[in-house]
């Protein structure tokens, strides 16, 4: 399955290889050139297919737990300054993605989206400490009665050119469900309070609409 943020390119990258590989085929004359060739061509659109798929994930729904929203590394746990939106200390879980990953963000938590909004920025690479502020982003807020509010933002990278963010202010959304894309890598911050067990380690693999990343004590 496909996510439909890359139906178009799909259909591009697809029509792009039959020509390329007809045209290919019929000028090309030399055997080993023609085969590289062919074979360069079927592996970039491999990557193409990968980087936009979108597999099925099983969310248990919990009202107590925040899940991961994207696939990827986690590289950042510590005790921040949130200065956006709360205005306050809370907890910082970042996960990265790299082109291989899983591209697909998921809403962390069921609830009533409180806050969502678009913020034009740099392209720094997405492990720079400024990507959260200085970088293309948007920042996301669902409020839940059981953990309260919290704060998810889509942070292009050097690679990311489109952030796509399906969360509108006053929807009603549940934990698990698509919530939008960012296309070629990137990562995403969530932040969460203070009083919440954080359920994963630095350097974990978090799969996106399954991991708990924290849960209410």
Not at 89 to 108: A, D
């Amino acid at each position: 399955m496909f996510h439909k943020e890359g139906h178009t390119i799909i259909l591009s990258s697809l029509a792009i290889s039959a020509i390329s590989i007809f045209l290919i085929d019929k000028y090309i004359y030399f055997p080993w050139s023609n085969k590289m060739m062919i074979i360069t061509v079927l592996i970039l659109l491999g990557i193409v297919l990968q980087f936009f798929r979108n597999p099925k994930r099983h969310t248990v729904l919990n009202e107590n737990q925040i899940i991961a929203p994207v696939d990827g590394k986690v590289v950042v746990i510590e005790e921040v300054v949130e200065n956006e939106y709360f205005n306050d200390k809370r907890r910082q879980i970042s996960i990265f993605m790299s082109p291989l990953n899983v591209h697909v963000t998921r809403y962390p938590i069921s609830g009533k989206v409180k806050f969502s909004k678009y913020h034009p920025g740099k392209y720094l690479v997405a492990w720079h400490p400024k990507a959260s502020t200085d970088n293309e982003r948007t920042t996301i807020v669902v409020e839940n009665n059981s953990v309260g509010e919290i704060l998810y933002r889509q942070i292009a990278g050097a690679l990311a050119r489109r952030i796509v963010n399906y969360a509108k202010v006053a929807n009603q959304v549940t934990q698990g469900e698509d919530a939008g894309f960012i296309k070629f890598g990137s990562r995403v911050d969530v932040f969460v309070p203070l009083d919440m067990k954080i359920n994963v380690t630095l350097d974990q693999v978090a799969r996106g609409g399954e991991t708990v990343i924290a849960e209410k004590v």
